[in-house]
């Protein structure tokens, strides 16, 4: 990005005015946008893995602190099996491809979901990936991969059990500490793609408070404006948190 651009999207960024910590984005429309177009599923995909890219560079611009992303569901397994294997070649491509993209703009990878079911090449280049943009200090991005929020709490309790907790002192921070990236605030945002009104198994615990956006474009065609229109919108919305609003605040 130049110095311009930079500053232009810096200006955007101070316009608005309370920012989300943490979007959570759930990428659909990949598979429709490719055959509206009469091409196969897999060339949505691609689009797909392109218009990420832009739209962390930008959430990092932004000054977003935490994005993350579903990638693959714990049920997109169901799929024919050209596509899933399509789906894991090109994300393993993608996480060996922009690696060095991801450090040099100061990105800190992270992951959700069961890696141990994933292909050994594809969890190499993500385990690569979080390893070597550890320390990074911008944006933390996590892809959600083979990643069901069902089964995320069921490993949560599987290790509670295991380490002899207690019933009774189980409580939430308990369920939360054991959750894949305890250390990752919930998030203030979860924007979905292709007009779908449902969360698909994505960050049920954690997206317990979290503001809904819905658009009704595909994802390939989202754009960073979008996300920046998604991000206003939140900043005009009033969080409750099962409490009154505050007087300041409109309804
Ligand atoms: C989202 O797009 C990407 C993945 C689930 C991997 P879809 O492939 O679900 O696209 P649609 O919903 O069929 O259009
Ligand atoms: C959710 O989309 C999963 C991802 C975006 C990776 P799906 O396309 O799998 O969700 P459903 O099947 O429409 O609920
Ligand atoms: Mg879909």
Redesign the pocket.
Known sequence: MSVDESAASQSEADRIDRLPAHIGI??????????SRGLP?LI??RE?YKTLRSVLLHANDLGIQYLTV????AE?WR?PED?VDG?MQLITQAAIDELRVMHLNNVRVRVAGRLDELPHSLRNALIKGVETTAQNTGITFTLAINYGGRAEIVDAVRRIMREGTNPDEVTEETISRCLYNPDIPEPDLLIR??G?LRLSNFLLWQGAYAELYVVQK??PEFTPEDLEAACQEYARRVRKFGAVAPRSASP
């Not at 759930?26 to 055959?35: K, L, S």
């Open positions: 759930i990428m659909d429309g990949n598979g429709r946008w490719a055959t599923r949505g995909h797909g579903y990638a693959f569901s997109n799929r596509e789906l793609t292709a779908e595909p994802w």
